[in-house]
């Protein structure tokens, strides 16, 4: 994009505040697409053409009278990016992550990319290797052993720049002359200690910096746990060296397996305290310590079906059985949740069943 006035409109669009990513994107669709006319055009549309032609309503008319009002600033803004060499990638170019767009479609995939570095890695083969900030030493581990196999495979390390897994998954992909993308919790123009430390991997093709945010806004919480679903949009395949029950990691890697999405979690060690075997038993694909899949008597939900096929079991039944470390009511919720079994109460206790044996072990419910 050379024309600095037609990034402004896209920037514009993509920060309207309190619209969400679906109905930005829905917008866009809209006006290129259903309405074929290009966005100087919508802008210079009144207000009731606005309601009229695109169904608006009064509250978010009155962002887009707030965008509009702000389209000189983003002109000038999108022009010190480019003379910083920052590019902005639009979702409906060439150059973006047709991974991205994949897997978050219309109702998540951000309308605007900002970059910084080797763009043709939005489109190469990726993964992710995610995990807790205070991971275990064992967890770091598994993380440089993962990062070293892909980045000699020439495939690209998504990471997301926290303390801990990320961070490894990072700097071990560039010790071994991988290449990797880092998905930034912030605007693209507060990193600048990052590019700094990273310049020369950057200038030599081997880092992308990405961020969906304003190029202005800094770090926060919030945009750290909007950040995830990015890194896991960005990955073809997910790897997990750790998890808690709780907290980003667990978030990202449960909606990715509701998903469907293809995840290996690391087996984790006897008398480890993580969350990495829940994970597993809602169908993560359990790997050892290098990242080899581990099948038949090691898969934990093989373990938890033997385990009920001939009774019912109260979650801290099953809790204690396969030494998981879980609040009951967690664990509770979890197995409701699995397709595989089937559950009751009973004189104000919850028990679990195989689903497959229900009919044949109805007597137990009596």
């Known amino acids: 994009m050379d024309n600095v006035f037609e990034p402004a409109y896209w920037m514009a669009l993509s920060h309207l505040q309190y619209w969400g990513t679906e109905k930005i994107n829905r917008l866009i669709i809209d006006i290129l697409v259903n309405k074929k006319i290009s966005f100087s055009d919508f802008f210079n549309l009144d207000v009731s053409e606005w309601q009229a032609e695109f169904n608006i ?21 999108a022009e010190s990016l480019f003379e910083q060499g920052f590019k902005i990638i639009t979702i409906n170019s060439k150059e973006y992550s047709n991974i991205l767009k ?124 909007q950040r995830n679903t990015y890194i896991y949009g960005l990955a073809e395949k997910i790897y997990v060296a750790e998890s808690d029950s709780k907290g980003g990691t667990w978030a990202g890697v449960s909606d990715g397996l509701k998903r469907d999405r293809e995840i290996y979690v690391r087996l984790p060690e006897p008398g480890e305290k993580n969350a990495n075997n829940l994970l597993i038993l809602q169908g993560a694909i359990p790997v050892d310590f290098y990242g080899n899949e581990i099948l038949g008597e090691d898969d934990l939900s093989q373990k938890l079906k033997q385990i009920i096929n001939n009774g019912r079991y109260s979650a801290d039944e099953i809790k204690n059985k396969l030494h998981l470390n879980i609040d009951t009511k967690q664990l509770s919720k979890l197995l409701s949740g699995l397709n595989f079994i089937v559950s009751k109460k009973i004189n104000s206790n919850k028990y679990f069943m195989l689903k497959d044996e229900k009919k044949a072990q109805a007597d137990l419910f009596v």
Do not use: C
Not at 57 to 77: G, M, Q
């Open 102 to 225: 994949g897997n978050l479609k219309t109702k998540q995939a951000p309308s605007i990319l900002y970059v910084k570095g080797n763009i043709k890695l939005l489109n190469e083969s990726t993964i992710a290797i995610v995990g807790s900030r205070k991971a275990s030493d064992v967890s770091l581990e598994f993380t440089k052993n993962i990062a070293k196999d892909f980045a000699k495979n020439y495939q690209v390390v998504v990471s997301g720049f926290a303390k801990g897994v990320d961070k490894m998954a990072l700097d071990a992909t560039l010790e071994y002359n991988g290449h990797s993308i880092i998905v930034l919790p912030q605007g693209i123009k507060t990193f600048a200690s990052g590019f700094k430390k990273y310049y020369q991997k950057i200038i030599q093709g081997d880092v992308l910096v990405l961020s969906t945010f304003h190029p202005n806004v800094p770090w926060s919480v919030g945009l750290a746990m």
């Open 57 to 77: 309503n009064e509250k978010h008319i009155n962002e887009l009278l707030k965008a509009k009002s702000e389209l000189a600033n983003y002109s000038f803004l």
